[in-house]
Every structure is written in structure tokens, then in C-alpha cells.
């Protein structure tokens, strides 16, 4: 367990549907970031959170993807009317550090899997 | 474009011998160079990290990994396997294309190991 906790750990959703995953960090941490992986692939970056900030946001982040950390804690992504191709595991990352010091490692939660049907 | 390449989709070592997960990268500068490894079903967990400093890196559970400026490798290695190291393993570079804003890792596609008793 790394201390970065998911949920739902699984979710099956019906094509058209909205979902909601959420993340909480570890606590210290001041980092945060989303990342979907598929079979066979490495992760891939969707976004990235400093505190509240949300600083970046990868050109696979659709307009129907919204992320939120609100008050710098736990994260929301919520997908709107999902599609087949949205069927991943969702990770979500944590890490501690000034905005400049990129040498810490990030830690991952166990991801959330979701399936379009 | 920085990026990082797993040539080896899998690797397959008997128990007790040695093992080597390849990885090579491209990036504009120093690279900051991290290993992962994935069971089934869960997310990703740190094994170990180049920044700076020596090139032979030691992490966890036994495992260490070998800077090669020249070479732009960076292989993942453990002297003597064990049924249990059976795993995805993931090489990635982190991504300072802006400067070092942004953090997120960039992933290689995934190396199967597996560790035939």
C-alpha cells in the first residue's frame, strides 16, 4: 500500500453515462496527477495538479474529462458521456515537493478500472 | 520529443539466475530516469530512481539499475531472480520539456518478466 487510496477500484458504466472517480493523496503531499493506462501500455499522462492548481493538461484530456482538487486534497476526474475508447485504468499519483524540485518519485494508488458497455 | 523504449515486450529468466529489463531513452539534457513495476491488477510501485551522482543505482527488493550516458540506457537489473519478481516492469523519464513545470512521467510501453521456477 502506498498511501495514495482510489475509488471505485472498478466501475462498469453504460455507453452515454457520466462517472466520477476519486483520489485522495498522501497528505504531505503537495503534487498530484491522473494518468491512464491501457492494455498493453504504459501509463499516459492526462493532468496535473500543484496544491489546487491545475497547471497542465495533456491533449488527451477531452473537453468531456473534468478534474478538480479542490483545497489542495483529495482530486475528482469525472467523465461525461462516456464512449467504448474510454474503457482504461485510470491511476492516479502523488508526490511532495517545491514546484522546481522534480527529483522526488511519484507514488500510485491501485488505479480505477473502468469498462464502457 | 523526450520519450523512453522498452525493446523487450517480455523477458524470460529462470529462478536463481540473473536478470536484465532493457531500457533506453531521448531526452534534451540530463535525464531524470525511474523504474516501476506493476502486479496484476494494482498500480505501480517505485523501485528505484537516477538523478545525479553514481551510475550504478540500488532500489528495492533487491534490484538495481545502470546509467549509461552514452549508451542513453538505463537497464533494470537483480542479480539472482525469483518467482516472485513475475511482473510488469516500466521504465520513464520525467518530462521537462516546459522547463520543469509539469513533473509527469513519461512511460516506456512495459516489459513482462517472468521467472520460471
Known amino acids: 500500500d502506498t498511501g495514495v487510496s482510489q475509488d471505485p477500484r472498478h466501475k462498469i458504466t453504460k455507453r452515454g453515462q457520466n462517472v466520477t472517480f476519486r483520489c485522495d493523496p498522501i497528505s504531505e503531499h503537495n503534487r498530484l496527477y491522473w494518468y491512464r493506462q491501457t492494455l498493453g501500455q504504459g501509463p499516459e499522462f492526462l493532468t496535473y495538479?500543484?496544491?489546487?492548481?491545475?497547471?497542465?493538461k495533456s491533449r488527451l484530456l477531452s473537453d468531456r474529462f473534468s478534474a478538480e482538487r479542490p483545497k489542495g486534497s483529495f482530486s475528482t476526474l469525472e467523465i461525461q458521456r462516456t464512449e467504448q475508447g474510454d474503457s482504461a485504468m485510470y491511476l492516479c499519483?502523488?508526490?511532495?515537493?517545491?514546484?522546481?524540485?522534480?527529483?522526488?518519485?511519484?507514488?500510485f494508488g491501485q488505479g480505477t478500472r473502468l469498462t464502457v458497455v | 520529443a523526450q520519450s523512453v523504449a522498452q525493446p523487450e515486450d517480455q523477458v524470460n529468466v529462470a529462478e536463481g539466475n540473473p536478470l536484465t529489463v532493457k531500457c533506453t531513452y531521448s531526452v534534451s539534457g540530463n535525464p531524470y530516469l525511474f523504474w516501476y513495476v506493476q502486479y496484476p491488477n494494482r498500480g505501480l510501485q517505485f523501485l528505484l530512481k537516477?538523478?545525479?551522482?553514481?551510475?550504478l543505482v540500488k532500489g528495492s527488493y533487491g534490484f538495481e539499475a545502470e546509467f549509461n550516458k552514452s549508451q542513453t540506457s538505463f537497464h533494470l537489473k537483480k542479480p539472482s531472480a525469483l518467482v516472485s519478481d513475475s511482473a510488469l516492469y516500466f521504465c520513464a523519464v520525467r518530462d521537462m520539456h516546459y522547463g520543469g513545470s509539469q513533473g509527469n512521467l513519461i512511460f516506456g510501453k512495459g516489459t513482462k518478466l517472468s521467472v520460471k521456477p
Open positions: 499519483a502523488s508526490s511532495a515537493g517545491p514546484r522546481r524540485h522534480l527529483n522526488t518519485e511519484a507514488f
Open positions: 537516477y538523478i545525479t551522482g553514481d551510475n
Open positions: 495538479f500543484q496544491n489546487e492548481a491545475q497547471l497542465e
